[in-house]
């Protein structure tokens, strides 16, 4: 059976999924195992954001710091931060690698905030952000209204810039175009370097749809032969 698609159906594609029961802790937060540079499909609307992440992973701290990726949502944004952290980690397993979505940084903020020795439980907060080899922070737009998690960024984002210490941050926009964004954080973000990420066209839209189609039909490949050994072992258990 031949299954047509037609172009019009095809513009919504979501290139970020959901994490996978597979997921692995690394840091404060999940990186998910399947978000490499291998899978991440290249187009002209991501191919400076992708060369960017992979420099950056090939070579924490030395070049683009901060590197700031940007686009809407779905484009592929948590996938190359996430590719990045894979990355180092393969390469160099000791090396410290935090990942969080700003809204765990702000929840992490706030719960200190609340206990009753808050000063010694700020104290743990900022040594658990200030001593990594590698930071990043998912939609940081989150943040802005919010004074007491924006001081601790800021300050946790001087600390770690000061000791050569890798940045990556993503947002739905740039900063420029964040009005209500702090001038300080502006500057700091304009230190490294600005990725944005478009609306993919036609045919990186086909490659990203067979690049999903690969990658079920191999789950699926792998789940019918797992049934198969599982009903065979079965029948020679009779």
């Not at 540079?37 to 070049?63: I, K, M």
């Amino acid at each position: 059976m031949q299954i047509k698609l037609k172009r019009k159906n095809i513009g919504h594609i979501n290139i970020e999924e959901a994490p996978s029961f597979t997921e692995k802790k690394i840091g404060n937060s999940t990186i998910n195992p399947k978000f490499t540079f291998d899978n991440f499909v290249v187009g002209r609307n991501n191919r400076f954001a992708q060369t960017a992440a992979l420099a950056v992973a090939e070579s924490p701290g030395e070049f683009y710091n901060p590197l700031y990726i940007y686009g809407g949502p779905g484009l592929g944004k948590t996938h190359l931060m996430q590719a990045i952290g894979n990355y180092i980690e393969n390469q160099n397993p000791n090396t410290h690698i935090l990942y969080v979505t700003s809204e765990e940084f702000t929840n992490e903020v706030i719960e200190n905030l609340r206990t009753n020795n808050n000063a010694s439980a700020m104290q743990r907060f900022r040594d658990k952000y200030r001593t990594v080899d590698v930071l990043m922070v998912d939609d940081i737009q989150f943040i802005i209204g919010k004074e007491s998690t924006q001081e601790e960024f800021f300050h946790t984002f001087n600390a770690l810039h000061a000791m050569g210490k890798q940045i990556v941050i993503s947002s739905d926009k740039p900063p420029k175009d964040m009005e209500t964004l702090d001038d300080r954080f502006k500057s700091r973000f304009d230190m490294g370097l600005m990725a944005d990420i478009g609306y993919p066209d036609y045919e990186t839209r086909m490659a990203i749809l067979n690049k999903k189609i690969e990658e079920k039909t191999l789950i699926l490949m792998n789940l019918l032969e797992n049934i198969s050994l599982k009903i065979f072992n079965l029948t020679l258990e009779k």
